[in-house]
């Protein structure tokens, strides 16, 4: 108690259960249906639920019968300025509709998932300040540090939980990014 009579409350916490708590992510399939694309209709969309940063992630299914051993996948970051604006600051959209191609040119199952964290994972608003930053001359990494960022906050274990929730062991990942590779292999 305190000099007034009150009693002081003491809370303890176990570190190491609030750092795994840091690690989680909580991902709920809520829905899906087909979605027929101009070049192929044998495409299927999954909605999941994020619960740990309140999102809702994507995964386009293609070619969904197929016996392919092997899954073609590509981990895909929302970019609403490159993906529906066609922003030539990134080369986001190029990359998605690269991505969509190959999956309809390739008669084996791929896999999209489209997770939302836009801006490298620093939110829509960040980034607009970055674009900011970027016209005074800096590129889109320093521009990141100078807010207070790594330059990708980007976190791929709820691609890793969509996968394994679709059963997915064996995938050829399309990327060029270490960190997406690293993750994959270290989950």
Partial sequence: KDSKGKKNSIASFKINE?????????????????????????VKILLFDDFVIKSTHYALVFNEKSKSKKINVRIHSSCLTGDLMGSQRCDCGYQLNTAIDYMNNNSGRGIIIYLNQEGRGLGIHNKIISYNIQETGWDTYAADNILGFSGDERDYKSAIKILKYLKIQDVNLITNNPEKINSLNTH
């Fill in 18 to 42: 609030i750092s795994k708590s840091l690690n989680v992510s909580r991902i709920v399939f809520r829905n899906s249906t087909s979605l027929p694309l101009k070049n192929n209709h044998d």
